[in-house]
């Protein structure tokens, strides 16, 4: 059975540029989190979906992010316009419980 | 508010010893679940276990084994006779009935084992 699946794995861009990220969860899994890990801030929830559905945004860094899910099969990260400061691994999880959250593979964002 | 804390940052032992690692947590739920994930030099993440919050019985799983203490708030995992393998940053991660299921995450710890 396939895991979460992310793509790009690596996306290096300019700054100013518009970047997608995308993300396919495990089939069956109703709830969908964007994280994102740097140096200084480990690692961080930026938004959560359940069923499709936005419910915590609390950790989305500012307007430059969004979000969405227009099915239960897809989500998009978009950050416009990108900043240096937003370089960083985004990793997509998704879970049908309790029982664990798991992890694609991330996706490495360089702005230069 | 919920917090957890991995006060080892970096820890660096010679393989075949056994080392734990420590994981702190703060909750005001009494109903929650605790984590540890691996992630090694390639990036991702792997799920290695998961606890709820009224199963206070010590898991063993081969070379690992997981000793939640709810009277501490802590949830510390030992690795026996460790492998270069092992070698990985090792997170500890909450989770809140009450928020979702969102993971909370400690910083990690850096964990070196050298041949």
């Known amino acids: 059975d396939a895991g979460v699946i992310q793509s790009p794995r690596h996306e290096v861009t300019e700054m100013g540029q518009e970047v997608t990220l995308r993300c396919k969860p495990i089939s069956g899994h109703n709830s969908l989190f964007w994280y994102r890990q740097t140096m200084m801030r480990g690692l961080e929830l930026l938004i959560y979906f359940n069923n499709n559905v936005p419910i915590d945004d609390s950790g989305m860094p500012e307007d430059r992010f969004s979000a969405k899910m227009p099915n239960a099969s897809f989500s998009t990260l978009k950050i416009q316009p990108s900043e240096p400061r937003d370089s960083a691994v985004y990793f997509c999880?998704?879970?049908?419980?309790?029982?664990?959250?798991?992890f694609g593979p991330g996706t490495r964002l360089t702005v230069l | 508010a919920q917090k957890v804390t991995q006060a080892q940052t970096e820890i660096s032992v010679v393989e075949k010893e056994d080392v734990t690692l420590d994981c702190v947590y703060e909750?005001?739920?009494?109903?929650?679940?605790l984590f540890w994930y691996k992630q090694p030099p390639s990036g991702e993440l792997v799920f290695l276990i998961r606890r709820n919050s009224f199963d206070e019985q010590n898991e063993i799983s081969g070379r690992y084994s997981w000793n939640f203490q709810k009277s501490t708030s802590s949830f510390n995992f030992t690795i026996t006779a460790s492998q270069v393998v092992d070698s990985a940053v090792y997170f500890c991660?909450?989770?809140?009935?009450?928020?979702?299921?969102?993971?909370?995450f400690g910083s990690g710890t850096r964990l070196l084992v050298r041949p």
């Open positions: 991660a909450l989770s809140e009935v009450d928020s979702s299921y969102k993971l909370i």
């Open positions: 909750t005001r739920d009494t109903t929650y679940y």
């Open positions: 999880a998704s879970s049908s419980s309790p029982r664990g959250q798991y």
